[in-house]
């Protein structure tokens, strides 16, 4: 009786998770937002020289392939029909930048990801381009001047690498983020592949302008882009094309979020003024500021939330972002190799209960938001005798709290209103010893949905809702209602403070330690 019962589940959407460590392929029920089915690939990263980070755009699509089929045999093995599933979404790391050839479909050069630092170099000549009393660039696109967005990255690329100047100059190429590759191959690549994006990824590209919702001529000038290499920018609800392969070939694909939009989304926070924290690679805190542009006084993005369709208006989000949250235990893991899985690191901290003293500032690639210090790098200090590995992985842990501490205070101070509560989500927050210690470090409570699956979901609601597809209601009242875990503030708030001005001398020790950099090219 029960599998006859799955079988008629009503519609289903489906949502391609392209993050920056692996890929996923979701299947949620549209009516109730139940999770049905899912598969994940761990995705490779490459580190060819110090600072560089990059993957190969054709493992991230075998990637998204695989999860693909596999989740659809689940979906079998549970006896749910796949033709259930009416439409597909798709939600990826943002600013990681691909160029390909229009004409084979091949990549010609590695993707490389937002956190790659070989522009710094490049960021240092164009900032002194910019007249101090009229910072364009920001105005125009809400963001710093930073490596961690793709025009540098793009820039790079048609500087150093031949195969990309050859291909620009034969009218060959083709440039996009991770949404905008997946897009153009899944619905034909080579034959009629559909070259978009949507306003979410474009507004982290810096060469949108996020007041038009248009591709900037002053911006791409300024550096050095061919306009006709970009894709299309659409809403982020809305069909762009059809599957032109596999399991679910004939499936429109309409939906289109960077993760953190979708995890904004999936998270509910269509009114003004409400937050999310998304624990991943990175830590990323958004806070929707409706249909106007809030800049931000104390080191914070501004940056487009979501379009829930063509005609629908744009809303605008501030962003905190923190590069390495959910890195730091993969480097424990990977580098230092003190846990054999990512997992491991919450018993090892849980052994302890304290970093007694000791600081991690995990700054890999510079600091991120409120500080945008590129010269800075990882430190860990108040070391002694007895701190042994349990402490390391327990300051690991503090120090994604402290990060996201110092985001949520520029958040405030930004918004005025503080936030009486942090809604969270993404991978990290299984550890409850993280979600704890958390609540105590920003002495409010931490809440966080039983699904963990946001950003998945942001990308499924979408897609299912878009004109044409018209499975998934996003009216409030329809909205399925989401079971939450809470974590309350166990310390108080005096110890909380003096840990955390701590940090701050530590985040302080970590800075200017890069004075020269290294030369960036040498690519043939």
Partial sequence: MAASKRAVCGPLVGAVDQGTSSTRFLVFNSKTAELLSHHQVEI????PREGWVEQDPKEILHSVYECIEKTCEKLGQLNIDISNIKAIGVSNQRETTVVWDKITGEPLYNAVLWLDLRTQSTVESLSKRIPGNNNFVKSKTGLPLSTYFSAVKLHWLLDNVRKVQKAVEDKRALFGTIDSWLIWSLTGGVSGGVHCTDVTNASRTMLFNIHSLEWDKQLCDFFGIPMEILPNVRSSSEIYGLMKAGALEGVPISGCLGDQSAALVGQMCFQIGQAKNTYGTGCFLLCNTGHKC??????????????????????????????????????LRDNLGIIKTSEEI????????????????PAFSGLYAPYWEPSARGIICGLTQFTNKCHIAFAALEAVCFQTREILDAMNRDCGIPLSHLQVDGGMTSNKILMQLQADILCIPVVKPSMPETT???????????????????????????????????????????????????????????????????IP
């Fill in 456 to 522: 998945a979901l942001g990308a499924a609601m979408v897609a299912g809702a878009a004109e044409g597809v018209n499975v998934w209601s996003l009216e409030p009242e329809d909205l399925s209602t989401v079971t939450m875990e809470r974590f309350e503030p166990q310390i108080n708030a005096e110890e909380s403070e003096i840990r955390y001005s701590t940090w701050k001398k530590a985040v302080m020790k970590s800075m200017g330690w890069v004075t020269t950099q290294s030369p960036e090219s040498g």
């Fill in 44 to 47: 490779k990263q490459e580190f």
């Fill in 346 to 361: 919450e018993k090892l901290a849980k052994e302890v209960g304290t970093s007694y003293g000791c600081y991690f500032v």
């Fill in 294 to 331: 809030v800049f931000s006084d104390h080191g914070l993005l501004t940056t487009v939330a979501y379009k829930l369709g063509r005609d629908k208006p744009v809303y605008y989000a501030l962003e905190g972002s923190v590069a390495i949250a959910g890195a730091v235990v993969r480097w």
